[in-house]
């Protein structure tokens, strides 16, 4: 049976990002082929182009690349959204200097939207960390917690950080981030659930871990 065309450039957009939510493999052919498709029928839409090349990353890098440097080099409006999820799509792919020219692009257009800023900040965290500078990878995940403490995924990710930066030697400060993000008022919804608990389990594998420290110095040195 012959699959029916989107009506339009935001319905493709919208069903591709349906799909990116379902991790099967039939999903992800689902959304190939959608994107395939959608790039023959709006072949000048660069976010459409954009979702084939996400698309395209689970079966072939490098023509996902491809794709995706083909969708800024046809974006004229500077579109900060596409830049950004640019960024961050190439960097999966290990396209740094390519991750770095769109976030430049877009941090030129001075965006005021407070989640495309943060998703800025955390793409050039990781890309520094890619790039081996682990005070800017920690930086700009500071930036990205401080402005949303509630959010799991920037507080585990810039405890991570700590860690990782002082060998566990800041491991206080790593769970203060934990328990700053747990002191916001818990959400319904099962998405936000899960991120509590996973901020939950984080934290009592911090104070497990600062509990056998301090036991052990408790303790003195073993003869």
């Known amino acids: 049976m012959r699959r029916r065309k989107r009506e339009s ?17 039939e999903g992800k ?16 839409h660069a976010l ?17 690349a491809a794709v995706a440097l083909g969708a800024v080099a046809l974006d004229t409006t500077t579109d900060v959204v596409l830049l950004t999820r640019a960024a961050m799509l190439l960097l999966s792919l290990g396209e740094l200097a390519a991750t770095r020219s769109c976030i430049d692009q877009a941090v030129l257009t001075q965006p005021a939207n407070p989640v495309i800023v943060n998703q800025l900040a955390v793409v050039r965290g990781e890309l520094a960390l890619a790039e081996g500078d682990y ?29 990782v930066n002082s060998e566990g030697a800041r491991l206080p400060d790593a769970l203060a981030v934990i328990e700053h993000a747990l002191e916001a ?8 659930r899960e991120s509590r608990a996973d901020l939950e389990r984080q934290r009592e594998r911090y ?16 003869r």
């Not at 052919?29 to 000048?44: D, G, I």
């Not at 008022?185 to 936000?192: C, G, H, T, V």
């Open 48 to 64: 459409i182009r954009l979702e084939y090349a996400s698309a395209m990353s689970h079966f072939d890098k490098d023509r996902a």
């Open 135 to 163: 005070e800017s990878w920690e930086r700009c995940l500071k930036a990205a917690h401080d402005r949303y403490p509630a959010d799991a995924t920037y507080a585990l990710r810039l405890a991570d950080a700590i860690i």
């Open 29 to 44: 052919r689902a959304r190939r082929a959608l994107t395939e498709q959608a790039v023959a029928q709006f072949p000048k």
């Open 207 to 222: 104070r497990a871990v600062l509990s056998e420290a301090t036991g052990r110095r408790g303790t003195g040195p073993v």
């Open 9 to 25: 450039p935001d319905d493709v957009v919208a069903e591709s990002q349906r799909l990116l939510r379902d991790a099967s493999d």
């Open 185 to 192: 008022e818990p959400s319904e919804d099962a998405e936000s």
